[in-house]
């Protein structure tokens, strides 16, 4: 079964093929121009949406070496995300489907980073139900139970910045361009995680607050910047790895609570910021040292992808779970509805 995945929910156009849960294409357009401007202009990412949008679905399909017409269906991204990004994908979607005479399947994005990890690929083992994922993205930061693939209870989340601001926040801080989360793991990775503390929240056991620690980071940066004015430079890869160091420690200190509290010990992560090289890690290494079993996806399944739609899309083409024509577009939508 052919599944032709669309995501256009924020500031990457992608479309992918999947034959029966297996990548055959997954093209990624990522938006530059929002650099310029530390970080996603709406506007501007719907406009370039709708420039990228033919030529990365044109290319999916040729990459992945088969006709238009062999598609059963077609999966986009239903929300959540910006309205005007989203209102790209959904239109194209729908038209298509009506050009093919093929179903439409409307996908939960965030239901979506998660269910990447059930993509058939070799590097990847499939978490087994029930188990808990910490999904860390630009946007979300929560603990899910993931008792079946389109059963998902929130057992935690931020009550204010997300851990993909956190970093972010914390890289412009430094004068680092949008997105910085990838340029701190990567100076961190030379610096020395102990070199300076920062002061972790007290919220609930499962959820999370890392305005406080953006402040913190600030206040730091600030005081020392007034005393050396060379302190960022001199220091960038310690400032890194320390920062680094803190929001990893909150992440587990968390996923330790949740283990705790609801005996699961399969651990998943999923989102943006499962990228990130310390937080794969320090989960590997809870494995030997916790016994859990943990579930870190292909480095390409982690940011934004439409290969994550598709295998969505697919699971849901299995249960007959199908949408219409009148499916809208929405910009809130939780991990645990439709
Ligand atoms: P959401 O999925 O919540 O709607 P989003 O789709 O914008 O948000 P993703 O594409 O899943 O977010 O993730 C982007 C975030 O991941 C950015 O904040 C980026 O800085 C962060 N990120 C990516 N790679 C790394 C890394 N190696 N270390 C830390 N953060 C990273
Ligand atoms: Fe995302």
Known sequence: IYILGIESSCDDTSASVLRNGKVLSNVVANQEIHTAYGGVVPELASRAHQQNIIPVVQQAIQRANIDKKEL???????????????????????????????PLIAVNHMQAHILAHFIDEKEQKKPPFPFLCLTISGGHTQIVKVSNYFEMEVLGETMDDAVGEAFDKSAKILGLPYPGGPLIDKYAQLGNPKTYKFTKPKVGDMDFSFSGLKTGILRFIQKNVQQNSNFIEENLNDICASIQHT???????????????????????????SANSEIRKVLKEAEKRRGWSTYIPKFEYTTDNAAMIGITGYLAYLENNFSNINTSATARLKVDSK
């Open 247 to 273: 929001i990893v420690e909150i992440l587990m200190d968390k996923l330790k609570n949740s283990v705790k509290i609801t005996g699961i010990k399969h651990i998943a992560i999923a989102g943006g910021v």
């Open 72 to 102: 059963k269906a077609i999966a986009f991204t239903r929300g959540p995300g910006l309205m005007g990004s989203l209102l790209v994908g959904t239109s194209f979607a729908k038209s298509l489907s009506m050009g093919l005479g093929i």
